[in-house]
């Protein structure tokens, strides 16, 4: 059973109209708080939370960078406001945002120019890319397979576009994770029955959880046979900018789970729990 569509078109188009003729004459950090008002999960704790996620993803793309390495094109797959494409910005010549939803891409235009970031955004499912085939260096996808249909053709679609030995990394939260459900923020919803989980949201927050699937380690593993090369899974660790933000018992959780990771079997078991899942994947032509 397919998940429902995560974007409602005609809406998002009627929100991306308002969006655009705003953006003419405020900031990026105006327009988002302007977007965030109008949403029905609307609050300023999820306002706060959102924009601290932000801060860590751009710690996290420094990261997956600095291991991915330089390349003429890059393209990143649901591209949300593009903190991904400005960390590409030293290292790509060409950077390519695909996102299915215009508000998003009216938003990464205006956090995009307000930093002097040259990127080229589509509007497109990550099933369906409108780009030949083998035109990409290295491509991302971070906090948005959860979001698809099909997560196998998405990645089957990445690996399409890519040029031999092209090099592609994703992430996506964890539905068994010890830690709170990180769209709507609620601990354990990943280990109620999916029409249990679904309802609640509803519920709670007036948000369709239908279209949001969080990963179990074996169906994230999975999803990645479609790959045309090699990939390695692995748990998503908390880096640096993100323990920043940690309690200090939650630090302790964390080295404590770091820790856990290492002991066989022990680690083996506990991956299936972390927060989050990662891939490091080769297109066929090199290897890993």
Known sequence: MGTVPDVDFEDDLASAALLDERARNSSFDDLLRFHYARRPEASDAAHAAHLSHLEVESAQAERVFSTLGP???FLDLGCGLGRWLEAAALRHGVRVGVDASLVQ???ARSYLSERGVEAVLYA???ERLPFASGVFDAATATDVLEHVADPAVAIQEAARVLAPGGRFYAAAPSRFSL???PHVGVWGLGFLPRAWAERYVERRFSVDYRSIRPFSWSRFKGAFQSFEGEARIEPL???PAELVGFSAAKRRAAGLYRT???IPV???LVKRTAPAFEAWARK???TL
């Open 124 to 126: 497109a499912e990550i």
């Open 266 to 268: 022990v680690g083996g």
């Open 260 to 262: 856990l990771l290492r």
């Open 105 to 107: 891409l009216v938003l």
């Open 284 to 286: 066929s032509g090199a």
């Open 179 to 181: 830690t709170a459900e």
């Open 71 to 73: 390349g003429a094109a």
């Open 237 to 239: 660790q908390p880096g």
